[in-house]
């Protein structure tokens, strides 16, 4: 099982990421896919989730309106698309996957995303 992350980097305020989590040794289509963040000397929090369909998606209220994930089961890709950048969304992003039928869970190694002028 892989989940890779890209996309990362630094950013000014204000600017845009698009992160992309690429899945490979296991069914991606049945599960449910998710974006945690985790700043230094902070618990790491979810993001956003998408269901195996992707027909729900969820956010955490500090990035709604500005944060779209959205996947390609096609591909076995999950993507995390964030505009409107702010220094407060500066933290190690990673994918998880997570199966309701098995609860299996799986985590990436993290992309750091850095936001400042």
């Known amino acids: 099982v892989q989940l890779v992350e890209s996309g990362g980097g630094l950013v000014r305020p204000g600017g845009s990421l698009r992160l992309s989590c690429a899945a490979s040794g296991f069914t991606f289509s049945m599960y449910t896919m998710s974006w945690y963040r985790q700043a230094p000397e902070k618990e790491r929090e979810l993001v956003a989730d998408?269901?195996?369909?992707?027909?729900?998606?969820n956010y955490v209220d500090s990035v709604k309106g500005r944060f779209t994930i959205s996947r390609d089961n096609a591909q076995n890709t999950v993507y995390l698309q964030m505009n409107s950048l702010k220094p407060e969304d500066t933290a190690v992003y990673y994918c998880n996957a997570r199966s309701r039928l098995t609860g299996n869970t799986f985590w990436g190694q993290g992309t750091q995303v850095t936001v400042s002028s």
């Open positions: 998408i269901t195996s369909g992707g027909g729900s998606t």
